[in-house]
């Protein structure tokens, strides 16, 4: 705290924050307390953290509160934050779509009875979650990969990811063991990590 | 790989990074984790891949309104300090194995963002002492690990509003360096409840008095101790 004191005493004008900065590079000044930084990161990012939220979410309300949530948790754990962790954006999403989920799961009961009342036929089957892809994917490329996966594989990975659903929940609506839901879940990473030549 | 629970392990990597599975199997799947480098690399790319559908999602821009209300806040907002971990050990843990050990720490980190909040120092024990704690009617008592080694135990009463600490088997904190004592109250505000001298070999009586439900933790700090938490705890103590 004295160091912080020292480097930055109060004002957040001392240091130049410009658009071309590095994620990496807002972070180390959002650290050291630095708004401004934090303002041009949140111009930056809150785009695909509102989108993604959205996505997940649908309500715009919520999805704004999580769109908050994040961003909170950014500005007060901004000192802890390693480069060596793993990129901002990669760090922000993760954290996007962790609490979109957990808030999904939080209205767990009015999420259950979706369920029942048919969101198994509009979207959970095979064929369904082959539009969604074509509709939510904007990215040619992972559209691609996406492509690659067994109907199958795409169908738990999309129902997962972009619907929010646990592997328990996704085993209920197709009626197979979780084991096998987990299985093609994984199966179905490691296909799109493969297709898209992520290395950790 | 021959019992299912290994089995489980390898296959939850996908449920894992996609955020799948309840918290109870996060849970176990974390601390089964141990040292499975290979689970653990696996973990880190699949969670990266993840990262890639999010980013294929059509980006959205929020209302001008929120984008003001959080700059707000955060004018307001108290950040974490850094941790120990972030400047001492940067290049001694791969960082594969980094990453997927800063997802086992989530639960330390919202213990020491528990420790942020108004601290008001306090520097008295009433006169109390530790056989008067010990010999409450309502004396109770915990011990926890300390991180960096050895033990740490505690004896406290909700009626007198009272506790004290022992060290057992726990190292110097350093040169130029202290132990300190806090009390963190169930509202997540951190009191300091005094320092804990050099070679304490005995109970040491905590400073102030205790709130009911609070917590008992002790961190690292500069010589002369800090008004606030400037690491995260070596050690916690529920009272509750």
Redesign the interface.
């Known amino acids: 705290?004295?160091i912080h004191a020292a480097l930055y005493p109060g004002e957040s004008g001392t240091m130049r924050t410009s658009s071309e900065s590095s994620d990496e590079e807002l972070m180390a000044r959002c650290?050291l307390?630095d708004?401004d930084a934090?303002?041009v990161l949140?111009?930056r990012m809150?785009?695909?953290v509102?989108?993604?939220a959205?996505?997940l979410i649908i309500d715009v309300a919520q999805?704004?509160e999580v769109?908050?949530e994040v961003?909170?948790e950014v500005?007060?754990?901004?000192?802890?934050y390693?480069p060596?962790?793993?990129g901002v954006?990669?760090w922000m999403?993760?954290m996007?779509?962790?609490r979109a989920?957990d808030r999904i799961r939080a209205s767990q009961a009015s999420h259950n009875r979706d369920l029942k009342i048919g969101v198994r036929d509009t979207e959970l089957s095979v064929d369904d979650v082959a539009s969604t892809v074509e509709t939510?994917?904007?990215?040619e490329?992972?559209?691609a990969?996406l492509s690659r996966l067994t109907a199958l594989q795409r169908q738990a990975?999309v129902l997962?990811?972009?619907k929010?659903?646990?592997?328990?929940e996704?085993s209920e609506a197709l009626k197979v063991p979780t084991?096998t839901?987990?299985?093609?879940?994984?199966?179905?990473?490691?296909r799109?990590?493969d297709e898209?030549g992520?290395?950790? | 790989v021959s019992d299912n629970r290994d089995l489980?392990l390898e296959?939850?990597?996908?449920?894992m990074?996609?955020?799948?599975?309840?918290p109870e199997e996060a849970r176990a799947f974390l601390s089964a984790l141990g040292d499975a480098e290979q689970a653990r690399?696996?973990l880190?790319?699949?969670?990266?891949?993840?990262?890639?559908?999010?980013?294929?999602?059509?980006?959205?821009?929020?209302?001008a309104e929120?984008?003001a209300?959080?700059?707000d806040?955060?004018?307001t907002?108290?950040?974490?300090?850094?941790?120990h971990d972030?400047r001492h050990e940067?290049h001694r843990v791969p960082?594969?194995r980094?990453?997927v050990t800063?997802a086992l720490v989530a639960a330390v980190?919202l213990v020491a963002?528990a420790i942020?909040g108004v601290v008001v120092v306090q520097s008295n024990t009433g006169g109390m002492s530790y056989q008067q704690i010990a010999q409450a009617a309502d004396a109770q008592q915990a011990k926890a690990t300390v991180t960096d080694g050895g033990t740490v135990m505690a004896t406290w009463s909700d009626d007198l509003a009272a506790s004290a600490v022992k060290l057992l088997g726990v190292g110097e904190p350093g040169e130029g360096r202290t132990y300190e004592l806090w009390y963190v109250s169930p509202d997540g505000s951190a009191t300091s409840a005094g320092l804990i001298p050099t070679h304490p070999g005995d109970w040491v009586m905590l400073d102030g008095s205790m709130e009911h439900g609070s917590a008992i933790a002790i961190t690292i700090e500069?010589s002369g101790g800090?008004a606030?938490p400037?690491s995260t705890p070596i050690a916690v103590i529920p009272t509750a």
């Not at chain 1, 500005?75 to 802890?80: D, E, H, K, S």
């Not at chain 2, 880190?44 to 209302?63: I, K, N």
């Open positions: 705290m004295v650290a307390g708004r934090f303002s949140y111009a809150s785009p695909r509102f989108g993604l959205r996505r999805s704004e769109t908050q961003f909170l500005w007060q754990t901004a000192p802890r390693d060596a962790k793993g954006v990669s999403m993760t996007t779509h962790r989920v939510i994917v904007e990215s490329r992972v559209k990969a990975v997962a990811y972009f929010g659903l646990s592997h328990r996704i084991g839901v987990k299985t093609r879940l994984r199966d179905g990473l490691i799109l990590r898209l992520v290395t950790a | 489980d296959n939850m990597t996908g449920a990074a996609l955020h799948a599975a309840s690399n696996e880190v790319e699949l969670s990266d891949t993840a990262v890639q559908l999010g980013l294929s999602v059509r980006e959205e821009q929020p209302s929120l984008g209300r959080i700059l806040l955060i004018a907002t108290p950040q974490l300090p850094p941790t972030v940067p960082r594969r980094r990453r800063a980190a963002a942020v500069p800090s606030q400037t």
